[in-house]
């Protein structure tokens, strides 16, 4: 069973998600009825579909979010924000959150030892 906002359970979109690292987290915790997944680069959709081939993979950038108005309940950015960080991206993002939902956006970027 998943985490769910009243009744429905809770839809997530992984944006820019590369290979499918945080992408497979968030199916093995097992919390969201849909994850979606939207990635500009082809090679990583290909890389992404060899080992997410479950999850459904959209060809997108964080410009242009190929899908409609209030889609997501949380939209889930992993080391990859440094690469978009500008309002047009955050518009985009805030189109396809639903507008009841919480706002939330969780983005990661590890630090290499050498970045401390």
Same mark, same amino acid.
């Given at each position: 069973? %998943?985490?769910?906002? #009243?009744? !429905?359970? $809770?839809?997530? $979109?992984?944006?820019?998600? #590369?290979? %499918?690292?945080? !992408? +497979?987290? $968030? &199916?093995?915790? #097992?919390?969201? %009825? ?7 680069s ?8 060899q ?9 997108g !950038? @964080? ?5 409609g =108005?209030? @889609?997501? =309940?949380?939209?889930?950015? %992993? &080391? ?7 309002? &047009? ?7 396809? $959150?639903? /507008?009841? @939902? &919480? /706002? #939330?956006?969780?983005?990661? +970027?590890?630090?290499a030892?050498?970045?401390?």
């Amino acid at each position: 069973m %998943g985490a769910h906002a #009243g009744d !429905t359970p $809770l839809a997530a $979109l992984d944006l820019a998600a #590369g290979t %499918g690292i945080l !992408t +497979r987290a $968030l &199916q093995a915790h #097992g919390q969201f %009825g849909k994850i979606e997944a939207v990635e500009p680069s082809e090679g990583m959709r290909a890389k992404f579909l060899q080992r997410c081939a479950s999850i459904t993979m959209h060809d997108g !950038t @964080s410009h242009s979010i190929p899908f409609g =108005d209030d @889609s997501f =309940d949380i939209v889930f950015v %992993g &080391q990859a924000f440094h690469w978009f960080d500008d309002v &047009q991206s955050l518009k985009e993002i805030h189109r396809v $959150l639903k /507008k009841a @939902s &919480q /706002k #939330g956006m969780l983005t990661i +970027r590890v630090l290499a030892l050498d970045d401390l």
